[in-house]
């Protein structure tokens, strides 16, 4: 085994200095107790999902192997949460036209308007400056 790798159980001496650019991240690393960070951002993030022949691409796939799904049983609810910034009318839509459910519900339009939720949250509070609108 390399001298300089890293096991369960070994200590590990970092020299903040040599961090360079990242040395802020050294003290959060200490202070959450982590022991191994792989420092910077994936602009690309990718996450298995499994092998080649269980994937899907595009609506249409996506669409039709949940609808597939669906006629195994007298009911069938499909439930979708997305990432944000992802463009949900779009996933919506896309879904609706393979599925041809008998009902669409969007969470977004069982929001309340900020007026409405401070009218029903006020007696619970007070007169908090930070809860003033």
């Known amino acids: 085994m390399h001298d300089r790798a890293w096991t369960p159980g070994r200590r590990v001496r970092i020299e903040p200095a040599a961090l360079g650019d990242?040395?802020?991240?050294?003290?959060?690393?200490?202070?959450?107790?982590?022991?191994?960070?792989?420092?910077?951002?994936?602009?690309?993030?990718?996450?298995?999902?499994?092998?080649?022949?269980?994937?899907?691409?595009?609506?249409?796939?996506?669409?039709?192997?949940?609808?597939?799904?669906?006629?195994?049983?007298?009911?069938?609810v499909v439930a979708v949460e997305c990432y944000p910034g992802v463009h949900s009318g779009e996933v919506r839509d896309a879904l609706a036209a393979a599925l041809a459910p008998a009902k669409v519900v969007a969470a977004e339009d069982a929001l309340l308007s900020p007026g409405d939720l401070s009218r029903d949250l006020a007696a619970y509070l007070g007169d908090d400056p930070v809860f003033a609108g």
Request: glycine content about 12%.
């Open 22 to 76: 990242d040395a802020p991240l050294y003290g959060a690393i200490l202070l959450l107790g982590l022991a191994c960070v792989r420092l910077g951002y994936e602009q690309r993030p990718v996450v298995p999902v499994g092998r080649e022949d269980e994937v899907r691409s595009g609506w249409a796939e996506v669409g039709a192997t949940i609808a597939a799904d669906a006629r195994r049983g007298d009911r069938c």
